[in-house]
């Protein structure tokens, strides 16, 4: 059964980088891999998604290695504000009418932004 | 600004009482989702829509009913609220039912007492 790993929390400061890293060890050809931001009594946000190799957009870089067992959220310069659970979410790129989606999210990462 | 929208934010209701989330969206998406999401818990999905096609996760309990009467809103039914079924309950849009990005609301604080 498919199944995403992530740390439970991190520690940073202001204006460093910070690496999540999510393990996906059984994702399937036509997975894609998305992350999501959330703040306490919101709905998630999106940050980024990727399939392979490196995206990148205005607020993040993801990293994919070759065999993409695994994916790197990689945040510049956070900052007090990027306090958040960061979510790793594995899902199926093929539509299957009746089917269940196959939509695999990550515990979760509790990222605290220090001064 | 186009967004998906929940009513009530927060909803109380008592043990075997019937209680409907709303959800209404204008992103003129395709695709509808309910998740549960307890506390400190990633958000689980319940079912989804697509278009007027339903699709139940297999561990959804019966309990749990959804109605989509057009695109722009889709309910959510619980017909008979045990004390577990409090949570947050998030809708989500997306364009496709893939690899797609999904838009949440702000989400229906549930308690159920």
């Known amino acids: 059964l498919a199944k995403t790993t992530q740390p439970i929390s991190m520690d940073s400061y202001e204006g460093q980088e910070v690496n999540i890293t999510c393990s996906h060890n059984?994702?399937?050809?036509?997975?894609?891999i998305t992350w999501y931001q959330q703040f306490p009594s919101q709905g998630p946000r999106f940050i980024i998604q990727?399939?392979?190799?490196?995206v990148t957009n205005e607020v993040a870089s993801l990293f994919i290695p070759a065999d993409r067992k695994s994916s790197t959220l990689s945040l510049p310069r956070v900052s007090l504000s990027d306090t958040a659970v960061y979510y790793c979410?594995?899902?199926?790129?093929?539509?299957?009418?009746?089917?269940?989606?196959?939509?695999?999210w990550g515990l979760g990462t509790s990222l605290a932004v220090n001064p | 600004d186009a967004m998906v929208i929940q009513n009530p934010r927060y909803q109380v209701t008592q043990f075997g009482k019937p209680v409907t989330l709303s959800c209404s969206q204008t992103?003129?998406?395709?695709?509808m989702y309910w998740y549960q999401q307890k506390s400190s818990q990633a958000p689980k999905l319940l079912f989804h829509?697509?278009?007027?096609?339903?699709?139940n996760e297999a561990d959804t309990p019966d309990n749990f009913q959804s109605r989509r009467p057009n695109t722009s809103f889709c309910f959510l039914d619980i017909r008979s609220p045990g004390l577990g079924d409090t949570a947050m309950y998030l809708c989500?849009?997306?364009?496709?039912?893939?690899?797609?990005?999904?838009?949440f609301g702000p989400g229906t604080r549930l308690t159920v007492l």
């Open positions: 990727g399939y392979k190799t490196k």
């Open positions: 059984n994702i399937a050809t036509n997975d894609y």
């Open positions: 989500a849009t997306s364009r496709a039912p893939t690899a797609d990005t999904q838009y």
């Open positions: 829509y697509y278009d007027k096609d339903f699709n």
């Open positions: 992103l003129n998406h395709n695709v």
């Open positions: 979410l594995v899902g199926d790129g093929i539509y299957n009418a009746g089917n269940n989606r196959k939509l695999i």
